[in-house]
């Protein structure tokens, strides 16, 4: 290496003293001197060309989530930096660590009206925890480094740096290149809570009768599933996630409740919620999903909750006590201190009261598993998913039909990152691209993709790249020919008057085959099993499009359609 290397080769040389194994991102005209540089250079770094800059970061959401490492994307100027936002600002919100970085126009041109200008850190400001367009090629290296650091500490999120063409061929003296390996992975730098926090916790939760433990998506972020599980076991303390926090206890835990809230929850996990008379959140924002749309905990309730965002802390409840710091850290203190007290007397009967209430709710849904009704009902589909995949499966969901039903009712045997939704702002088309993000983070675990046939129509292009990438990736299609969501919102809401959301049926293995994607369609119910099972073991791509019922036609696990 000289002492010299121009803007594009440093902005190489700088994402791999990072650790970045992996970019996402789709050419340009303004990406040029990034794509030579990315040619040229000796690295060890794979670049994935994708068909559309959205799945580009939907692949790098994906892979920042199954390896806890930063999901790196790129795309060109104008268009290319517009359709990054999507993927950018659903990172930030759910708390995952990506980097979307644009080329830009030269900056000598700023202002002419040249193609393609637009003001991108204006654009991304509102969307990421941190933002530059780099106006010096000498700013290069302490820039990807502000931005890994913001990404990697606190409360983790996306950053973007905007690259400008001009300063892609100027001059970066080589000595700046260097990075602090712990912003490779998050969460960096972690930071317990501050002293008598943990103790103030302890105290509420040992004073309440019936407390309920209800976790969103830090407890896996901060990877603390085992002191979690210590805590749960240690007080017989029920254990319910949101959504993104399904993962912090195995579905199968006796004290691991599972998903509450309108949307996932039923009306037995409920029971729980509106029983509680202590309510800890945990690593969870309280949202109106969680809470649906705060029915319950009720205004008043005891509250203890635990944050790495100091900001979350009372934004929707108020709390008894608050506990900011990173989650695993923190429930070490809370287990450290229960070693200090006498615990024979303090068992909450979680495990029993967990057993009862998945008895309830598996009654209902074994029942409509078990269904030869035509189209096929969607239990159907899930209770098949449960006998033939492996416990290491990553199984992604768009938001739509199929999101509710498999955050219900599937079991998966262990603890952490296996399932992947986008459910900050749910945009559709996430899960064809995101899961192949999660296969280059994850190569040895099957993945496994859901989504409507809405969604499938949204970047059903990347099943090119998925077959480039020879990636053994598994789609399930829920085909209702609607979309499904909206159209049971109207059934429910607006007393089925439907209005636009009807479109007509596709072929979704014809498309998928003509891909080069191994396709079946299936429309009677005793055929999942087999078929899914040829797809799971099959050695490449494999697409399977299930006729399913419509939602507003179904038993669907959802309390509230609305929020």
Not at 168 to 188: E, T
Not at 219 to 229: C, D, K, P, R, T
Not at 527 to 554: F, M, N, S, W, Y
Request: glycine letters at 10%; charged letters at 20%; aromatic letters at 8%.
């Amino acid at each position: 290496m000289t002492n010299e290397l121009n803007g594009a080769e440093a902005m190489v040389k700088m994402l791999e003293a990072h650790g970045v194994q992996h970019i996402f991102g789709l050419c340009g005209d303004t990406t040029l001197p990034f794509y030579d540089a990315m040619l040229r250079l000796d690295h060890k770094i794979e670049h994935v060309l994708t068909r559309d800059e959205r799945s580009a970061t939907y692949m790098a959401d994906a892979y920042s989530r199954v390896t806890g490492r930063v999901g790196v994307c790129e795309g060109p100027s104008g268009g290319g930096a517009t359709y990054l936002l999507p993927g950018l600002i659903e990172a930030s919100e759910s708390s995952y660590a990506v980097l979307g970085i644009t080329t830009d126009i030269s900056v000598a041109s700023y202002g002419k009206y040249p193609l393609t200008e637009v003001d991108q850190e204006a654009l991304m400001r509102p969307l990421t925890k941190w933002n530059t367009v780099i106006k010096q090629s000498a700013h290069i290296p302490r820039m990807v480094r502000a931005a890994f650091r913001a990404m990697t500490t606190g409360r983790s999120g996306s950053a973007h740096l905007g690259l400008p063409y001009d300063i892609q061929y100027d001059a970066v003296d080589v000595d700046d290149i260097w990075a602090d390996p712990k912003h490779a992975s998050y969460p960096a730098y972690p930071v317990g809570p501050e002293p008598g926090a943990a103790e103030a916790a302890v105290d509420a939760i040992l004073s309440a009768k019936s407390p309920l433990i209800v976790c969103g998506g830090g407890v896996v972020i901060a990877g603390g599933m085992e002191e979690l599980s210590v805590l749960a076991k240690r007080l017989n303390i029920p254990v319910a996630t949101s959504i993104s926090g399904q993962g912090s206890l195995a579905d199968t835990h006796p004290n691991s409740l599972g998903v509450v809230g309108s949307n996932g929850g039923t009306d037995e996990t409920w029971e729980l919620m509106e029983a509680a008379d202590l309510v800890v959140f945990m690593g969870c924002r309280a949202g109106s999903t969680t809470t649906s749309r705060w029915e319950a905990p009720k205004p008043g309730a005891r509250i203890v909750h635990f944050d790495s965002d100091p900001m979350v802390i009372g934004a929707n409840y108020q709390a008894e006590v608050g506990v900011v710091g990173d989650l695993k850290l923190s429930l070490a203190a809370v287990n450290a201190e229960l070693d200090k007290r006498d615990l024979s007397d303090i068992d909450y009967g979680g495990a029993s009261s967990v057993a009862d209430v998945k008895r309830r709710k598996f009654e209902i849904f074994n029942r409509f598993a078990q269904s030869t009704d035509l189209p096929i009902r969607p239990e159907r589909v899930i209770d098949a998913m449960m006998k033939v995949l492996p416990e290491d499966a990553v199984v992604l969901s768009d938001p739509g039909t199929s999101c509710p039903y498999f955050s219900a009712y599937y079991q998966q045997p262990l603890p952490g990152r296996y399932f992947i939704t986008n459910r900050a702002h749910g945009a559709l088309g996430y899960s064809m691209s995101a899961a192949l993000g999660a296969w280059y983070g994850r190569p040895g675990s099957k993945i496994v993709a859901m989504m409507g046939d809405g969604s499938f129509g949204f970047t059903c292009g990347e099943l090119e790249t998925i077959c480039r990438s020879r990636a053994p990736i598994t789609y399930i299609v829920f085909s209702n020919s609607n979309f499904g969501w909206i159209k049971a919102s109207q059934f429910a809401d607006k007393d089925a008057r439907y209005y636009n959301v009807d479109f007509n049926r596709t072929d979704q293995a014809a498309v998928g085959a003509a891909f080069g994607v191994k396709s079946w369609r299936v429309e009677n119910p005793d055929d999942l099993p087999r078929v899914l099972k040829e797809a799971i073991e099959h050695d490449g791509p494999t697409l399977v499009d299930v006729i399913c019922q419509p939602l507003e036609e179904t038993n669907a696990p959802v309390r509230r359609w609305m929020g």
